[in-house]
């Protein structure tokens, strides 16, 4: 279907894959294939793009994993398709209209006969959440192959790492990791990755653009 990518295909469900806008931003539509209803995560650009994609589907919501500007913009123009709109309150303050709902840690979102479970992981911004659908994950900017997403200081770096070892590591090591730009990888990768940066020291103001295994 176009620009978009099926990056899963199985019983019951399809996610589609969307890279968008200058900073190839992943925009994951997720479909029930037994009703149709579907959500997409975040709304990077080329709104038309995502209006197709939707087509033929029906949209229940759209959630975003944080609000950085390559990952909402499209979303004025989506906001006129009047599908809800759910983010974490921390991230209100980015968002030109009030999104429909707030996202809490360990919620619960069902489309179709699918349920997203609601992972907040602060560090990359305040705000930012991950979203955990059996055996697949949706990280945002939080968890990428090979590293952390960007943050702004090392205070920050620590809250990221917390939010990725505490919330994201505990789940299977099977679990495939969709983020918010590029390729996917297999959580137990990222865990082995992040051992071996976890036993070795570090600038104490490290942060940024970190890996595991740069240096
Ligand atoms: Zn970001
Ligand atoms: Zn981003």
Not at 47 to 63: F, H, N, S, V
């Amino acid at each position: 279907m176009g620009k978009g990518r099926a990056v899963v295909d199985r019983e019951g469900l399809r996610v589609q894959r969307y890279s968008l806008g200058p900073y190839s931003t992943n925009a994951y539509l997720l479909i029930c294939k037994k009703t149709g209803e579907s959500v997409l995560i975040d709304a990077p650009a080329e709104a038309e793009t995502i209006m197709k994609a939707l087509e033929g589907t029906k949209p229940r919501y759209i959630l975003l994993t944080h609000t950085h500007l390559d990952h909402i913009g499209a979303l004025a123009e989506l906001r006129s398709l009047k599908i809800p709109l759910a983010a974490h309150a921390a991230e209100r303050p980015n968002l030109s209209s009030p999104p429909e709902f707030f996202l809490e840690d360990g919620e619960k979102i069902c489309f179709g006969q699918q349920e997203l479970k609601v992972l907040h992981t602060p560090g990359h911004t305040k705000g930012s959440l991950s979203f955990y659908l059996e055996g697949f994950l949706f990280s945002g900017d939080t968890l990428f192959p090979g590293g952390p997403g960007k943050t702004v200081s090392p205070a920050a770096l620590k809250e990221i790492i917390a939010s990725i070892t505490r919330q994201l590591f505990t789940l299977p090591d099977h679990t495939r990791v969709f983020p918010g730009h590029g390729e996917d990888t297999v959580l137990k990768k990222e865990k082995e990755a992040y051992k071996i940066f976890a036993s070795s020291p570090h600038d104490p103001n490290l942060c940024g653009d970190v890996t595991w295994l740069s240096d």
